[in-house]
């Protein structure tokens, strides 16, 4: 079985973005960029399926910048087989990701997809539903658990209060939620070796997949400052604060 595991190229976790100054979006300047974590997950579960003789081979997919081949190298590193980067330097909005991904799904024939359930940039959540969509096969959003057995595979969902598990006939696609693995790091030997994977490299055109931008962002501005907390002397006094001057209670 081939899985195709799409890999964003995103603002690293950890860093604090800033907003531009003409409020147009965020500053990308010197700013460290990683594999979205969700789908670091997502590579962390195809791995976790070939170790098990479940999978035969990864595939591992980015769309955006040449530098987004870094990203791809990590997939490698962690242990996908090859990968395919699909270059460009626009904006690319999750219809057009779903329309290039299912291009690439109708080449390559996997028969499981496996995305992160949300990427921390733009925070869509969109992509892994518009590509079920796009290629009429079942989904399993936002999967704890993924096991496959007979044709079938059983994605177990984190939902309001409590656990649902599905079964989808195969081909499908799964996104993947935080708490269904802990990725492992690329050893040393791995990164080495993943220099050697081969990685094809295409365009839009070569997909005949147009990504013109559909939305226009009008603004984006910063979260409002938090104000300094203050210290009561009694509980009185923080029910007196609660109730006239926060209105809470
Ligand atoms: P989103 O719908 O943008 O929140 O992204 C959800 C998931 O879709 C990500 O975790 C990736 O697996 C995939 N994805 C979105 N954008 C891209 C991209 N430019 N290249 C590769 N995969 C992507």
Request: glycine content about 6%; charged content about 25%; some cysteine.
């Amino acid at each position: 079985m081939k899985i195709l595991v799409p890999v964003k190229r995103v603002v690293d976790y950890n860093v604090k973005v800033r907003v531009k100054p003409d409020q147009t979006g965020v500053d990308l300047a010197n700013v460290k960029m990683s594999m979205n974590p969700f789908c670091e997950i997502a590579v962390e579960e195809a791995i976790r399926l070939k170790e098990k003789g479940v999978a035969s081979e990864i595939v591992a997919v980015s769309i955006g910048p040449a530098q987004a081949q870094e990203t791809i190298r990590t997939a490698l590193a962690m242990g996908a087989d090859r990968g395919i980067l699909i270059e460009t330097d626009q904006t690319v909005e999750p219809l057009a990701v779903a329309k290039l991904l299912k291009a690439v799904v109708d080449e390559e024939g996997p028969e499981l997809v496996m995305l992160g359930k949300q990427a921390i940039d733009d925070d869509a959540n969109q992509t892994g539903q518009m590509l079920a969509a796009l290629l009429d096969w079942p989904q399993g959003t936002f999967a704890s658990k993924v096991g496959i057995a007979d044709g079938k595979a059983t994605v177990t969902r984190e939902v309001d209060g409590g656990l649902q598990t599905l079964a989808l006939q195969l081909p499908a696609v799964v996104t993947t939620d935080l708490r269904l693995n802990e990725p492992r790091y690329a050893s040393l030997p791995n990164i080495m070796k993943a220099k050697r994977k081969p990685i094809d490299t295409k365009s839009p055109g070569d997909y005949g997949v147009d990504i013109a931008n559909r939305l226009e962002v009008l603004k984006v501005t910063e979260p409002p400052k938090r104000e300094a907390g203050i210290k009561v002397e009694s509980v009185a006094e923080l029910v007196d604060k609660l109730k006239n001057e926060a209105g809470v209670i």
